[in-house]
Structure formats: structure tokens, C-alpha cells
């Protein structure tokens, strides 16, 4: 299993980027897959995921209402949709799956698998 994030960028007040995660060796349904971050000095945060199968999202509270995720099983990739973006969004994105479903979603110690981070940078 691969996973590959990008779509990072620097992101002026409000603004909003996409980023994607480009899985390979992999039946996507089959996966959840995760969208964590992590600021300089902080721990690793969930932000949202989606279940294999049924496709259930969550979200940490932190950004309900504006990041959605979702997944194109046909190329094999999960997106990540960020507005209204906060300058307490900057960090590394990563994206990670594990098979079948989780009971704790948002959390990385349930991920077996995990993609090179994408760096968000929401300018001041």
C-alpha cells in the first residue's frame, strides 16, 4: 500500500485549497482512510476520515463545517475539500489507511499505513 498527499500550498485569510491522497495497491473501499496534521511542536491531530464500504465521514470539532472529505474509488484517490481556512489549520498533512473500518476514525494509532506529509501554510 502507497499513499501519496499533495495539494499543499500557502493559502491567503479565508481562503481554500484541495488536497488529495493517490492510494495504490489498494481496493480503495475496502481502506479508511484518515487526513491527520501536525503543527510544529504538537501532536499528530485526526481531521477527518472516510470508512471503507459505507463511506462514513468524521470530522474532529475543529473543523466541522468547513473541510469535507470524500473518494473517487475509480482513480483511487481520497480528497480533502479545506475553506474558510484558519491560521490554527497551518501544519503537515498526511494521509493514512487502514483495512476495513475503526472504531476511532480520527485516531493515528489505528493506521497501518501512512502517506509523506503536504505542508498548509495559511499566511497571516
Known amino acids: 500500500v502507497q499513499l501519496q498527499a499533495s495539494g499543499g500550498g500557502l493559502v491567503q485569510a479565508g481562503g481554500s485549497l484541495r488536497l488529495s491522497c493517490a492510494a495504490s495497491?489498494?481496493?480503495?473501499?475496502?481502506?479508511?482512510i484518515g487526513w491527520f496534521r501536525q503543527a510544529p511542536g504538537k501532536e499528530r491531530e485526526g481531521v477527518a476520515a472516510?470508512?471503507?464500504?459505507?463511506?462514513?465521514?468524521y470530522y474532529a470539532d475543529s473543523v466541522k463545517g468547513r473541510f469535507a472529505i470524500s473518494r473517487n474509488s475509480a482513480n483511487k484517490t481520497v480528497y480533502l475539500q479545506m475553506s474558510s481556512l484558519k491560521p490554527e489549520d497551518t501544519a503537515v498533512y498526511y494521509c493514512?489507511?487502514?483495512?476495513?473500518?475503526?472504531?476511532?476514525?480520527?485516531?493515528?494509532?489505528?493506521?497501518?499505513?501512512w502517506g509523506q506529509g503536504t505542508q498548509v501554510h495559511r499566511l497571516q
Open positions: 493514512a489507511a487502514v483495512r476495513g473500518v475503526t472504531t476511532t476514525p480520527t485516531s493515528a494509532d489505528e493506521y497501518e499505513y
Open positions: 495497491g489498494v481496493t480503495l473501499d475496502h481502506y479508511t
Open positions: 472516510i470508512s471503507g464500504t459505507e463511506g462514513d465521514t
